[in-house]
């Protein structure tokens, strides 16, 4: 059964703009591209190094991993560049009551 | 008459030789030579934001470009540099380095066009004599540029695409926008970062589907001036089903005080493709060669590294095939000669992210006169990588106590039905192998050269038939004195 948890009212979290939060041992990062929420682990497949602060560009809705550039498709949680080949998790973002909210399993 | 097992060794030795004879030159007379330096722009030592972006002006990049390189400097500052490998990589001063020399107006494709002193280095390199014999296209880069590029025109008509990195950049800029940097992204570490900030020249090639280039596509760097840094970036696009084999060879003058070499290659093997890349490195002793080589193959698709180092101060380079797709085949064949002051870090790496891949790692290293060689590897087969089996074999040759050899492997399987096997030897020649040629009637000599010939035939016997001569060659060179 899926948890929901509560990030924050949509206006803290404008198009361009991103949160880390903790679930349990997850780290999660929250992401505003252009109006569309994604959210994936905050976790570089590669070394397991934290992936969620790396450059954003809201363009073309990709992470840039800060460790070794690995470029990550928000959307899918797909590398898009080597090191990193492996997909990271993705979790599902609504917004309800002008509230985002993340649904984690 | 009947032959003899004497006659027989008499008879190799005595090819061996006669294929080795003309080479008694040291490194300094046949490679070690240097120009007077009359180039169209010199930059000063060192490396500045200033210059990142007079280099992209030079070349009218577009901003894109620009932008890459500004945000690759920043990662380069901002990395420490690597502390594992060698302890002789804190002695790189990257304020001691020259980033960029232009020798020549443009990359031309007659050799008559090309400058008079760049021309003579090249034709007493043996280029482009060896174009009009067994290749099917050269790129000669001289300092920071490619000065000379020829392609065979019916690979032209067929569609393949070989040229330097530059000229990619502004004829076919949307397909070098698509891959550029995807296999080695600039913040892949520091040396792969200072590329992307000062890249210049290097090749690009693009094979289009189905299409077999039958020879070889051969490209020749050489460093000229003192404390040079010499900076290529290669990207090769094998599309579905073709095949290309790409030759690079390096020399680079005798100096006192050090040089930097530090290159990026990204090959792309399409589904089916096969790409063959070989690697004849004889920098001098005084050149830092510090490369990041990466490539992936999707279904079905081979990626073969053939890379040999026997110059240089320290090189460290360990060419990566990520296998993508299903089938896909990845191979590294690697031989080091590391001789007096000498470190030859390299190896490879093979990574199994698809099923039923399969992979070959031989590494072959011979240390002398103190010389140190080392094999540094990872073999990864990743979850769900089902069915992939891999050999990993290292074989490391001591011609004397002073020298050194090192192993670093590192193995991670993330699952059960693989077949992974690693084999490691370390030898010395032997006295009694030495006695039983000798016993033959050989010199002591002629003895070890054949011995050393022997232990890396295997690789060798890979190389176009030329290479392997010039393997030989060199070999022979670095073997020069090493008895009494």
Same mark, same amino acid.
């Given at each position: 059964m899926a948890d929901i948890i509560e990030i924050c009212p949509l206006s803290e979290l404008p198009p361009g703009a991103r949160r880390i939060v903790e679930w349990e041992d997850l780290e999660i990062g929250v992401f505003n591209c252009a109006g569309e929420l994604f959210a994936i682990e905050?976790?570089?497949?590669?070394?397991?190094?934290?992936?969620?602060?790396?450059?954003?560009d809201t363009d073309n809705c990709t992470v840039e991993c800060? &460790?070794?550039?690995s470029l990550f498709d928000? &959307?899918?949680?797909?590398?898009?560049?080597?090191?990193?080949y492996v997909p990271v998790d993705t979790f599902p973002v609504v917004v309800e009551d002008d509230i985002v909210k993340l649904e984690v399993d | 008459m009947a032959t003899t097992p004497d006659t027989n060794v008499n008879e190799a030795v005595a090819s061996e030789n006669a294929s080795l004879q003309?080479?008694?030159?040291d490194y300094t007379e046949r490679y070690g030579f240097h120009d007077a330096e009359n180039y169209l722009y010199k930059a000063p030592k060192g490396l500045t934001r200033e210059l990142v972006q007079k280099i992209s002006e030079f070349k009218s990049e577009p901003q894109w470009m620009r932008d890459f390189r500004l945000k690759a400097l920043d990662h380069f500052l901002a990395r420490p540099m690597p502390?594992?490998?060698?302890?002789?990589?804190?002695?790189?001063?990257?304020?001691?380095?020259?980033?960029f020399v232009r020798a020549s107006e443009r990359s031309e494709r007659?050799?008559?066009?090309?400058?008079e002193d760049v021309k003579k280095t090249f034709d007493r390199l043996g280029i482009p004599e060896a174009e009009r014999k067994f290749l099917a296209g050269v790129g000669a880069q001289y300092e920071s540029e490619v000065v000379y590029h020829q392609v065979n025109e019916q690979l032209e008509a067929q569609g393949v695409i070989f040229t330097d990195m530059d000229t990619a950049l502004r004829e076919h800029e949307d397909l070098v926008k698509q891959y550029?940097?995807?296999?080695?992204?600039?913040?892949?570490n520091k040396l792969a970062a200072l590329n992307s900030a000062v890249w210049s020249g290097g090749s690009f090639v693009y094979v289009p589907p189905?299409?077999?280039?039958e020879m070889p596509l051969q490209a020749y760097f050489r460093i000229n001036t003192e404390n040079m840094g010499q900076f290529e970036r290669t990207l090769i696009l094998a599309d579905e089903g073709s095949y290309v084999h790409y030759v690079e060879g390096c020399t680079a003058p005798t100096y006192s005080s050090d040089s930097l070499h530090s290159a990026v290659v990204e090959l792309i093997a399409k589904p089916g493709a096969r790409i063959r890349y070989t690697t004849v490195q004889n920098w001098s002793n005084n050149v830092f060669n510090l490369v990041t080589k990466r490539a992936v193959a999707e279904t079905d698709a081979t990626v073969e590294w053939v890379d040999c180092n026997l110059g240089s101060k320290l090189t460290m380079k360990y060419p990566s095939v990520y296998l993508?797709?299903?089938r896909a085949h990845g191979e590294i064949l690697s031989i080091a000669f590391a001789g007096h002051g000498q470190h030859q870090d390299a190896g490879g790496k093979i990574v199994?992210?698809?099923?039923n891949t399969t992979s070959n790692i031989f590494a072959k290293s011979i240390s002398k006169d103190g010389g140190r060689s080392s094999y540094r590897g990872l073999l990864e087969v990743a979850?769900?990588?089902?069915?992939s089996k891999s050999k990993v074999v290292c074989d490391a040759l001591l011609l004397d106590e002073a020298s050194r050899s090192d192993t670093y492997p590192t193995i991670r399987i993330g699952e059960d039905d693989v077949d992974v096997g690693h084999e490691a030897t370390v030898s010395k020649v032997g006295e009694e192998q030495l006695f039983y040629l000798m016993s033959h009637g050989l010199g002591e000599e002629e003895a070890s050269k054949l011995i050393v010939n022997g232990f890396i035939e295997p690789i060798v016997k890979e190389l176009p038939m030329e290479y392997a001569v010039e393997m030989n060659r060199l070999i022979e060179l670095q073997m020069e004195g090493s008895i009494g």
């Open positions: 905050d976790r570089c497949s590669h070394d397991d190094g934290p992936l969620a602060e790396g450059e954003f800060p &460790r070794h550039g928000l &959307r899918t949680g797909k590398p898009k560049t080597l090191p990193a | 003309h080479i008694n030159a502390t594992w490998g060698s302890p002789s990589l804190a002695e790189v001063d990257f304020d001691e380095i020259h980033y007659s050799w008559d066009d090309v400058p550029f940097a995807t296999i080695i992204p600039p913040n892949d189905g299409v077999h280039v993508m797709g299903e199994h992210a698809a099923p979850k769900g990588a089902h069915g």
